[in-house]
């Protein structure tokens, strides 16, 4: 597992010695930490995403100590949901939260976040009545036969419900109840008071030094990279950053094909590796990839990257018509899957995904034909469903190769 | 280290070429088990190793190098292998508050932004030869210098420092160096190409893995070309054209066979 | 034949060997530099790219003594300090002059790589020194004959390019075809004329030229040019023209017309009256009279 095992947290283990990042899982030398479990491919510590079928196909989740990019899809709609799933599960599992952005303040974010289908956290926190309620749930809450007194008593909440459950669904209606907050850390850009301007130094670098210095601090003030021995964190610090590289960061790889910033973003991602595989955290970034004008650039940025999933929205493009897709809203695709203390790393059997919202699940799946379930369906349309199917296969292929060399 | 990969280059642990520079590089693929390869065949055969690794951190390095049977820890100990990890040398960089230590930071000329004769020193005083040590001949091993670029050095720059560790480490100390650029030919990353071709116009040895062109297989990962005698007249008039394998990545090890003969197929 | 004739023959002026990763062109380099010590000449290298070692290794042993080899490779940038080697600034045709002092009239210099120089001085005093070099200074002639340089041309830009050539008196332009070289020869003659030619080359252990096939530039571009192209009169057909030419009518074409025409008899014509004979055997059935029953 990723989980960084420092001089504090691991004390006396020796194995690696270095008292840096990765770390093999040995049982019982990790204090537990809930809302994680460690990977059945390589050991390493993962945290969920938020998403149950977002872990699945990054191998099974977000490993402590690394870092997933999410390329926005057109408007950002998916990738600031995913966002916030990301930071929903961080306050469920009780994991410490750091939130930074640029155009949103990360106080609306926090207070907007999906509510957890509690029901199901109830059940789970509490064994006997999991037992006794399993399928009866409906039946048992609608009349009741021996305690019926209590049949219309205001339901018990119990209070800061914290999850040791490792991913949760959430309902997109509700917002999540104000008892339930972990303890955040906020970063809003336009409320950052400018440090004093050093010379030659531009704007959006700064900007990222003050980020990355926020970071910094969190990390060393909580105990997250293990330096304070007194603060043993029982927990993950979950770091989201929202938009990064955009407009609004000063970064202008998005608005010119040369930028004279060109290295600021990928020299604040590498410090921010360094910062997160040294410490038990784990960040989300979301970067509008389809703005960088400059390819080489997305393709650096990818590369400091760990794992990296595109999003492509069908709002507003000519694949909302298409018949292929009207099941979903959209496409992903998984650009990396990192190679974490192996040799391999755990890639899916199919690249070919697509995900759709609904008011209680974010499902990403592999993306199919819908059933003809229709008798009347004509000859033609179906001719047009495979014909967009080569389209679609053409299109996800995994490298873009060209389909007519096949090696083997 | 994988042997099947030793017997394609002619290599065993009992006698080590020196004098070498290999070049790695991959395109739409993860080259970086030919870094592992090196990093523990150099370190088996007795080679007093100096590592910059600036992609992971030392653990995960440790970690596949166990896998593969080479203690890193211990190495690192007996003063086999002299480990630079990128990662946290920047950020020491960046957070550090004390000034001695910045200025004996290998990567302090990212923050002044000056040539990289810093990080030359490193490794030519890691790898110079002092008396009474047993091992065999010094290796520099780099996994990947174009994360540098990335870091805002310019790629000439990166090219002096090469040259540098060329003529230290293979020429002065008849050593080897080994050195990895991930994702050539993609994206149209101008700087990288440039940093790319000039590295393999000075290499004796390139390894090129790529990815399929006929997309992802589960079977076969990726194809390996092995470009030889790029250099140097006088040696074996080396040959021109790439040998090329493909290759299958498990857990341990990987299995290299000719070019549709997996074992999935046959 | 012109890439041994330029071998062997020792040309005057400057030759570039351009070559593209990952096949190099320094062998062809090596080639070139033992033909000069073949001829007896003094050869000078300036070395950025290779060790003395690395590049003197394959050399015959009785030549090594007039290779001249000036380190620019273990410190060009003085980051060791130590004894000087050459570097970026003594690239000027006073300094080389001056390091060729000693030897005799005939000097071949060697420049392994100009790339490295490119990379390392601005573009215009490179060609400066190129000019002088070859072409002599202030009215002096150089010593320097001959110049020969290795350019790795995938490592600048093109316009560079065009203008290093340019000032090369010689271009070789290698690439790898299978188990040859195909070189492609461009040379400009003092009087300005430029002669091509396209060759298959191998260069053999003892670093001497085998060449596999030739073709004149010249005689390729005569078959290849089409002489049907511009004309003054019109050889094919337009889809328009040939519609009206296929529905043209040739005046012996026996048509319909022309049958019903002469079917009908117009007045004055002759006739025939037969009258049968009471005599003739007329068989009702068998006019013809060849019914064989």
């Not at chain 1, 997933?68 to 599960?89: P, Q, R, V, W």
């Not at chain 1, 049949?151 to 309902?171: C, T, V, W």
């Not at chain 1, 400018?194 to 970071?215: D, F, G, H, M, R």
């Not at chain 2, 088996?44 to 166990?66: D, E, T």
Request: charged share 25%; with cysteine.
């Amino acid at each position: 597992m990723a989980a960084p095992c420092h001089r504090g947290v691991s004390a006396g283990d020796d194995a690696v010695g270095t008292g840096t990042s990765f770390k093999r899982k040995v049982r019982g030398k990790f204090p537990a930490i809930p809302g994680t479990r460690p990977s059945v491919h390589n050991g390493q510590l993962l945290v969920s995403t938020g998403v149950p079928s977002l872990d699945h196909i990054i191998g099974g989740g977000l490993a402590v100590g690394t870092l997933l990019l999410i390329e926005e899809d057109t408007y950002g709609t998916y990738s600031h949901l995913l966002l916030k799933y990301f930071l929903a599960e961080g306050v469920i599992s009780g994991h410490e939260v750091f939130v930074a952005s640029a155009n949103d303040d990360p106080t609306d974010t926090l207070q907007d976040l999906p509510a957890p289908l509690t029901d199901e956290i109830l059940r789970q926190n509490d064994p006997k009545s999991t037992k006794e309620a399993f399928g009866h749930v409906e039946d048992s809450q609608d009349m009741m036969k021996i305690a019926w007194r209590y049949q219309n008593m205001p339901k018990m909440e119990a209070l800061p419900i914290l999850s040791s459950r490792f991913g949760h669904y959430y309902d997109l209606s509700k917002t999540m109840p104000l008892e339930m907050s972990a303890k955040s850390h906020r970063f809003f850009l336009p409320h950052v008071k400018p440090p004093n301007q050093k010379e030659n130094v531009s704007e959006v670098t700064c900007n990222y030094n003050q980020l990355l210095e926020a970071i910094q601090r969190v990390v060393h003030q909580e105990g997250y990279d293990g330096s304070n021995p007194q603060k043993r964190p029982k927990t993950v610090l979950r770091v989201g950053i929202e938009s990064l590289g955009s407009v609004l960061w000063g970064d202008d790889i998005c608005s010119h094909e040369r930028p004279e910033n060109q290295h600021s973003l990928t020299r604040f991602l590498y410090a921010l590796r360094g910062l997160l595989r040294t410490s038990l955290s784990v960040c989300v970034i979301t970067v509008p990839t389809h703005l960088i004008q400059n390819e080489a650039i997305t393709t650096r940025v990818r590369n400091l990257s760990d794992t990296v999933v595109g999003l492509e929205s069908f709002i507003g493009s000519e694949m909302e018509a298409n018949p292929l897709y009207k099941d979903y809203h959209g496409l992903l695709h998984v650009h990396q899957i990192p190679r974490l203390n192996s040799l391999i790393s755990d890639v899916a059997d199919t690249k070919d995904l697509a995900f759709k919202l609904k008011r209680k699940i974010f499902a990403i799946e592999r993306l199919h034909l819908p059933p003809d379930l229709s008798d009347t369906v004509s000859r033609s349309s179906k001719q047009d469903l495979a014909g967009s199917a080569k389209l679609l296969s053409s299109g996800c292929g995994p490298a873009a190769g060209g389909q007519k060399h096949l090696d083997f | 280290m994988f042997p099947e990969l030793n017997s394609l280059l002619g290599a065993g642990t009992d006698t080590v070429e020196r004098g070498k520079f290999t070049l790695l590089c991959d395109s739409k693929t993860d080259g970086s088990f030919l870094v592992h390869h090196f990093l523990s065949y150099y370190l088996r055969a007795g080679c007093r190793v100096c590592f910059v690794a600036l992609v992971q951190s030392f653990s995960h390095y440790s970690i596949v190098a166990q896998k593969l049977g080479v203690n890193l820890s211990s190495a690192k100990d007996e003063g086999q292998l002299v480990f630079l990890e990128g990662l946290r040398s920047y950020t020491d960089l960046l957070f550090g508050d004390n000034p001695e230590a910045e200025v004996t930071n290998p990567l302090c000329f990212l923050r002044a932004g000056s040539d990289l004769k810093p990080l030359y020193s490193f490794v030519s005083a890691a790898l110079a030869p002092s008396a009474g040590q047993s091992w065999k001949c010094p290796v520099l091993i780099l996994d990947d210098v174009s994360v540098l670029l990335s870091l805002g050095v310019p790629p000439l720059q990166l090219l002096d420092f090469m040259h540098y560790c060329r003529a230290t480490v293979c020429t002065q100390y008849q050593g080897n160096v080994v050195c990895l650029v991930h994702g050539a030919e993609e994206s149209g990353d101008e700087e990288k190409e440039l940093l790319r071709r000039s590295l393999s116009h000075q290499s004796q040895v390139i390894l090129w893995a790529e990815g399929l062109s006929s997309g992802f297989c589960k079977e076969v990962h990726g194809q390996l070309k092995i470009f030889r005698g790029a250099v140097s007249s006088g040696k074996k008039r080396g040959q021109t054209q790439p040998e090329i394998y493909q290759y299958k990545i498990q857990d341990k090890h990987v299995t290299f066979f000719a070019r549709g003969l997996s074992a999935a197929v046959l | 034949m012109m890439l041994e004739k330029l071998r062997n023959g020792g040309t005057p002026g400057v030759l570039l060997i351009s070559d593209a990763a990952p096949h190099s062109g320094r062998e062809l380099l090596h080639s070139f530099i033992v033909a000069a010590l073949e001829r007896g000449e003094q050869v000078h290298v300036l070395g950025y790219e290779r060790s003395q070692e690395d590049f003197l290794l394959g050399f015959p042993a009785p030549l090594v003594p007039r290779l001249n080899f000036h380190d620019g490779y273990s410190d060009p940038l003085q980051w060791l300090g130590g004894p000087h080697s050459l570097g970026p600034s003594d690239f000027t045709a006073e300094r080389i002059e001056a390091l060729l002092r000693d030897s005799g009239s005939a000097v071949t210099l060697v420049l392994d790589s100009l790339s490295w120089i490119l990379a390392h001085s601005p573009l215009p005093s490179v060609c400066h020194t190129l000019r002088e070099l070859s072409r002599g200074q202030k009215g002096t002639a150089s010593t320097v004959t001959r110049l020969l340089a290795l350019l790795h041309k995938d490592l600048h830009d093109p316009g560079a390019l065009r203008s290093v050539n340019l000032l090369a008196d010689t271009v070789i332009n290698m690439e790898r075809r299978g188990d040859w070289d195909r070189v492609t020869v461009t040379h400009r003659k003092k009087s300005r004329k430029v002669e091509t030619s396209e060759e298959m080359v191998r260069i053999r252990g003892d670093l001497s030229l085998e060449v596999f096939r030739e073709k004149e530039m010249e005689q390729r571009k005569g078959q290849e040019v089409d002489p049907t192209a511009n004309l003054t009169f019109n050889l094919r057909l337009s889809e328009a023209e040939r519609e009206v030419k296929d529905s043209a009518i040739l005046p012996f074409t026996f048509s319909d017309s022309k049958k019903s025409s002469l079917l009908q008899s117009g007045p004055g014509s002759a006739r025939v009256y037969y009258d049968p004979d009471p005599a003739d055997d007329v068989d009702e059935e068998d006019p013809d009279d060849d019914l064989d029953v």
